[in-house]
């Protein structure tokens, strides 16, 4: 049953071949039996699960219930859901319970949704490894030895070692994408603004965008038709229409303008990654997609720009995190400044300290021109790049991450290693544009990611694109090696 | 030396918004302590905030009114600081880019006297809940009510030169809000909070002295003290040979003593930077125009109405419409008694003081306009006298009540009947024969303060019910026939 892809769930549960209780009931096993090795969950939820997927049962049996009704997925830890833990993998907020939902997933629930638990990420959405977990890190299915990816680690862990039909993540510089290349799944950031961030934790809110790690394109589209609306709660949702994802999944890709940015294969790329990437090419234009040369002239300062705005808007955000109200609080302060030094010394890790100092030094007096403002001006000209690019082309091409996933504490020690992780994808939410990562090919039996990068609003077109290059090959379809 | 005082002002004004400016709370004063802060209000992860269409209008108002630019491109910003009644962790206002522009104020100073004060600018932005030092045995208490309460901050340039001209311009703030109904204008809940800067320059110097600020006034009366005290304490540090040190100070108005908060040394870097949660607004002309169509009349516009309208002095006009609910009081006793002159008479002499006295609002007032209009009529139409009026107001006061039921009941009619104004002349004359032929006897230029003997008396007899002016007559008729 946990070889079902989401689409085969939608029709077998509308069939009555199985209940959402016992495919809950199902992957609560499996959950509880495998998942010592990946550690891809940080809560589990069981009686919920069961509860919900019971009503969802009543729901079917009743008929005339939404499309996914009764599917189980599981949440990532940064999405706040009502009466259960919400940590954002820090011990900062170990003993936090959410007091309400975030919009996804109020809108799930709403759907008849089955929630199987919150899974493991980077602490705050901040890391390319899921090695920052206060709960420690997540191991990718397809070589225990490396990492995942992340932030999104636990959700993609999940979804890959059969443990999730799919899971909810979010991107802020890469962290659904770059997860889903290392993992050998389908991962979507929406365009910024299509999917409300209310309750969902923030990091960087000028960048976060909330998404889906599945094992299909089709499952993406399914699972974004739900997960996306206009949301009054959150002033950055763009109020417009959700398109029926699933409807232009099968149009033909004859006469789709494809670019492939020369900055994307430059120093740093993995050559058999792009060897994969470059037959990826030759697989679209035997589809009838045309194949143009484009560049994006300033990608290499994507990264520096990305590491001065999204820790600014981080130093910021999680100031809220102070041991006053909830969240972590040291034992016997002695004064409030003690208060806030030993709460958030205790409560933060390593990697969320580095990111709030650099913010706050970035956006002090004295410095805000030389850096904030800097890399605001940077970002327009990224932006602008993109939209030069789109005059010409429908979608753009690339590698998602420059290597397979690494090895555990290859990278830790090394910063900027591990920021230029996210080299391809950051610029894609400097810009606020949607991403997509799709499994091509695998390097020393890991997986390699292959990057679509569509217009604003134009999620269908991408999906489109992803479905249509998987009914002509079978990368996602593999299975890691150890999933029964 | 002559020293020239400098002020410039930093007024929080509190917008009358059912709801707070990012969220769905309620902002009414008073409830128990944080059963009005919802989770967006409380700094819960992942709330997000959104913006109070009303505030901008309301703060769209004030700009209007204080003859500003609207700034058709506002952005909420930042303000980074740690403190326990700040959940964020920052304030969300406006720096760069307020709504409120360059504007100007003008004010009158009595003699004839005038000022404009300008208005640099006026930002939209967010109250901090409230710390609460007693009550918790060596801890504190937090209250997020107030947390959210959408604020315009008024921001003038040093044009002030004198405790005088900054409690004047105050008050002009204040009767702007209020008849703009962008303020309940009560400044013991904290709805108004002066912030003052001051600083003393040797006459005739350009350059501006170190100023200091002192925070939080909340009463015309402690702003006026706080500044005398503070004037009064650079001069002499100054005259000692000291310099003033920058810094924020706080005045107690009940110790009538200052201190110092902190120095310049100890401030933040605030590390403001636009709000990414927010969007930028963007207000065009039509809905600039929408706004001020909907504006309620103004105080210098009121004025001017009622001394067209109703035929007062300016003065009068103007005492009556700085304060929008004397202006309402005095338009519906009109309305009653057609008498607008002697109506904003008592409102400002009698009624005034008795408020003033008795520590209660004219909206809120026991006399009410139909009980003052009916002894408005009664003065008019020569049933009372000044004098009794004032004994017939007090019986009012004490709710024994209208004009007519006192005057009644306590026989208070003023006595103009020639019959019996007669008589009682008559009897004087009678009794006073030697003060007659005294004042038949003397010079014309003498006999008009002789008459006043006479008037005395007849007034004692009729227990001041008689009308002054017919007794008058009547006397001057018998004395000289």
Redesign the interface.
């Known amino acids: 049953m946990h070889q079902l892809t989401i689409a085969e769930l939608v029709k077998g549960l509308r069939n009555k071949d199985f209940s959402s209780v016992e495919v809950t009931q199902h992957y609560l096993d499996r959950i509880a039996r495998l998942d010592k090795v990946y550690n891809s969950y940080i809560t589990t939820t069981p009686a919920l699960a069961l509860a919900q997927a019971s009503a969802a049962d009543k729901r079917l049996a009743a008929g005339n219930t939404p499309a996914l009704c009764g599917v189980p997925i599981a949440h990532k830890d940064i999405f706040c859901t009502m009466g259960v833990r919400t940590s954002c993998a820090s011990k900062m907020l170990d003993n936090f319970i959410a007091p309400y939902n975030a919009t996804i997933v109020e809108n799930y629930l709403d759907s008849g949704v089955v929630m199987l638990g919150k899974t493991n990420m980077d602490e705050f959405a901040m890391g390319s490894s899921n090695e920052t977990s206060y709960y420690g890190p997540v191991k990718n299915p397809w070589a225990t030895d490396c990492v995942p990816g992340g932030s999104s680690g636990g959700s993609a862990a999940a979804v890959a070692a059969h443990l999730a039909p799919a899971a909810t993540a979010s991107d802020t510089g890469g962290s659904i994408r770059q997860p889903a290349a290392h993992c050998g799944l389908t991962g979507i950031k929406p365009t910024y603004g299509r999917v409300s961030r209310w309750g969902m934790i923030a990091f960087a809110s000028s960048l976060d965008q909330a998404g889906i790690l599945s094992r299909t394109a089709e499952d993406a589209a399914i699972l974004l038709n739900d997960m996306a609306s206009y949301d009054t709660k959150d002033s950055t949702s763009v109020e417009r229409d959700v398109p029926n994802y699933t409807a232009t999944l099968n149009d033909s890709l004859k006469g789709l303008r494809i670019g492939v940015p020369k900055e994307y294969f430059g120093e740093g790329l993995n050559p058999e990654t792009a060897a994969h990437v470059e037959a990826a090419i030759k697989v679209y234009e035997s589809l009838g997609a045309t194949i143009h040369s484009i560049s994006l002239p300033h990608t290499n300062l994507s990264v520096p720009a990305y590491y001065v705005i999204a820790p600014a808007e981080c130093s910021a955000n999680l100031s809220r995190l102070d041991g006053v109200r909830y969240g972590h609080r040291c034992e016997n302060p002695k004064d409030l400044n003690d208060l806030y030094m030993r709460s958030r010394s205790e409560g933060f890790g390593d990697e969320v300290k580095r990111r709030i100092l650099v913010g706050a030094y970035a956006l002090s007096a004295g410095y805000y021109d030389a850096y904030y403002s800097k890399a605001q001006k940077v970002r327009r000209l990224i932006k602008q790049d993109f939209v030069d690019a789109f005059q010409s082309v429908d979608v753009i091409l690339g590698p998602t991450s420059p290597s397979p996933a690494f090895q555990f504490g290859s990278k830790s020690k090394d910063p900027v290693a591990m920021y230029l992780e996210d080299i391809y994808t950051i610029a894609t939410n400097l810009a606020g544009l949607p991403g997509l990562s799709i499994p091509c090919g695998f390097v020393e039996n890991k997986p390699v990611g292959l990057q679509l990068i569509g217009n604003f609003f134009a999620e269908a077109q991408l999906l489109n694109a992803a479905h249509q290059f998987q009914q002509a090959t079978n990368f996602h379809q593999q299975t890691a090696p150890g999933i029964e | 030396m002559q020293w020239e005082t400098v002020i410039g002002l930093e007024v929080h004004v509190q917008l009358a918004t059912k709801t707070k400016i990012f969220s769905g709370a309620s902002t009414a004063f008073g409830a128990e302590p944080n059963t009005q802060a919802c989770?967006v209000d409380?700094?819960?992860?992942?709330?997000?905030?959104?913006?109070n269409e009303q505030a901008f209008r309301y703060a769209t108002m004030f700009g209007l009114a204080v003859n500003a630019e609207i700034g058709k491109r506002s952005v909420f910003e930042?303000k980074?600081y740690?403190y326990?009644d700040l959940?964020?962790?920052?304030q969300t206002t406006q720096l760069a880019e307020p709504i409120v522009g360059p504007g100007f104020v003008d004010l009158e100073l009595g003699e004839g006297r005038t000022k404009r004060v300008r208005i640099h600018h006026a930002h939209l932005e967010e109250d901090a809940g409230k710390s609460l030092h007693e009550d918790f045995a060596g801890m504190s208490g937090?209250d997020l009510n107030r947390a959210g309460t959408p604020l315009i901050e008024v921001v003038t340039e040093p044009d002030m030169r004198s405790a005088e001209e900054a409690v004047a311009f105050a008050k002009k703030l204040h009767s702007i809000v209020t008849s703009l109904e962008i303020c309940d204008g009560e400044m013991s809940q904290g709805s108004m909070r002066f912030d003052v800067n001051i600083s003393v320059r040797p006459k005739g110097q350009e350059k501006l002295g170190t100023r200091t600020e002192t925070k939080n006034l909340n009463s015309f009366k402690f702003m006026e003290e706080a500044i005398a005290l503070e004037v009064e304490r650079q001069i002499d540090v100054l005259e000692d040979g000291g310099k003033i040190k920058q810094e924020t100070r706080l005045y107690n108005g009940d110790t009538k003593k200052a201190r110092s908060m902190r120095s310049k040394e100890d401030s933040n870097?605030y590390?403001?930077?636009p709000c990414?949660?927010?969007?930028p607004v963007i207000i065009d002309d039509e809905y600039i125009e929408s706004v001020r169509k909907q504006m309620p009349e103004l105080p210098e516009a009121k004025r001017a109405r009622f001394v067209e309208q109703y035929g007062l002095s300016d003065y009068d006009a103007g005492q009556i419409t700085m304060d929008k609910f004397a202006a309402a009081y005095f338009e519906a006793a009109t309305k009653i008694s057609g008498e607008a002159k002697l109506t904003a008479n008592w409102i400002m002499a009698d009624l005034g003081a008795y408020l003033n006295r008795t520590e209660q609002r004219i909206d809120q007032s026991p006399v009410t306009p139909e009980l003052l209009s009916g002894l408005v009529v009664r003065i008019k139409d020569g049933t009372l006298s000044s004098k009794i009026a004032k004994q017939v107001f007090e019986a009012i006061t004490n709710g024994e009540g209208d004009a007519d039921t006192i005057i009644e009941t306590k026989g208070l009619k003023q006595v103009s009947d020639t019959g019996a104004l007669e008589k009682i002349i008559d009897d004087i004359l009678a009794a006073n024969t030697a003060q007659v032929e005294g004042y038949r006897a003397a010079a014309e230029d003498k006999r008009a303060k002789m008459l006043g003997f006479f008037v005395g008396q007849a007034m004692k007899a009729s227990k001041g019910q008689a009308n002054p002016q017919a007794l008058n007559e009547l006397l001057v008729k018998k004395l000289n026939g």
């Open positions: 989770a409380l700094a819960l992860p992942g709330t997000l905030p959104v913006a930042r980074n740690f326990p959940p964020k962790g920052y937090i870097d590390r403001y930077f990414p949660d927010l969007l």
